[in-house]
């Protein structure tokens, strides 16, 4: 198969709190399966926290944390660097790593706690000296435990450590822009399930995605959502595919894969259209041929 593309990227004239229960099994000095560790479980109230400098009633947040386990647990609290990479994925790193870090701005409270078991304890979020900062930052709060186990005569000490995010935003950084840098034809990115089906079959490498490639110029980040749209080179209508929201943090490139879905053969112009919450919406093009 073979498709004739050009792009015309341009630009065209809105904290939730849920259950997130996240053990990681970290360090193992023996080995053992995954339902050994069922008993020992940390879970915290908050997935994100969006804290203001300057606002009485957004300069704290209460996380709490929770040992649903059989066994107390005694666990240390500190705050850390993170980032996506530009498919979104999370990525962790000491405290003042990143340069939007929030450093010492951001305090976690107490640093440490022991968790009977079916207890909660809160851990209080504080801003400190961030009144004249104007522009946003991030970080994590994590809670880490570390809790040995007898395996089969062995000692085994899982790691679990829940984080929660907190966004400190100034007023004056509450701004939204965003442009589609770049739209273009690529090779499908097989998915998990589609990477097992493939072991049995031999891959269809005639399959094409769009790729979008989102910068965000606004100050905060934004969750934006959209659509393609794909029709005949007579402007009918052919497909129209939503595209999930996904966050996108202030400065940073979103790169997001859309399958092409089948089509017959002949010239098509895909436009996407991506709403992130500010006064315009972000388009892009990619016109192409089907043969």
Not at 15 to 33: D, F
Not at 66 to 83: C, F, H, I, K, L
Not at 95 to 124: D, I, N
Request: proline share 8%.
């Amino acid at each position: 198969m073979r498709d004739d593309t050009s792009g015309a990227p341009g630009r065209l004239p809105t904290a939730r709190a849920w259950r997130a229960l996240v053990p990681l099994l970290v360090v193992a000095v023996a080995t053992a399966t995954l339902p050994q560790y069922a008993t020992a479980q940390i879970s915290v109230d908050r997935v994100e926290l969006f804290l203001t400098p300057g606002a009485p009633d957004r300069t704290t947040a209460i996380i709490t944390v929770t040992n649903e386990g059989t066994r107390p647990m005694q666990a240390s609290v500190y705050t850390a660097d993170w980032d996506r990479d530009s498919t979104g994925g999370n990525r962790f790193f000491p405290l003042g790593t990143v340069k939007e870090s929030c450093g010492q701005m951001v305090q976690a409270f107490p640093a440490a706690m022991r968790l009977e078991p079916g207890t909660q304890q809160a851990v209080r979020v504080t801003v400190q000296g961030a009144d004249s900062i104007t522009a946003s930052c991030w970080g994590v709060v994590f809670i880490e435990a570390a809790d040995l186990q007898q395996v089969q005569g062995r000692t085994v000490q899982a790691v679990l450590r829940p984080g929660v995010k907190y966004y400190l935003e100034p007023p004056v950084a509450n701004r939204r822009d965003g442009e589609i840098e770049a739209m273009y034809l690529d090779q499908h990115a097989l998915t998990a399930e589609e990477m097992r089906v493939a072991q049995a079959a031999r891959p269809d490498t005639s399959r094409k995605d769009f790729v979008l490639n989102f910068r965000n110029l606004g100050g905060i980040q934004v969750r934006p959502t959209g659509t393609v749209e794909i029709r005949r080179d007579d402007n009918t209508l052919v497909a129209t595919i939503p595209i999930p929201e996904f966050p996108v943090l202030p400065g940073a490139v979103r790169k997001i894969r859309i399958p092409m879905p089948g089509l017959a053969s002949g010239r098509h112009v895909a436009i996407a259209l991506i709403d992130f919450g500010g006064p315009e919406i972000a388009g892009g093009q990619v016109e192409f041929t089907r043969p």
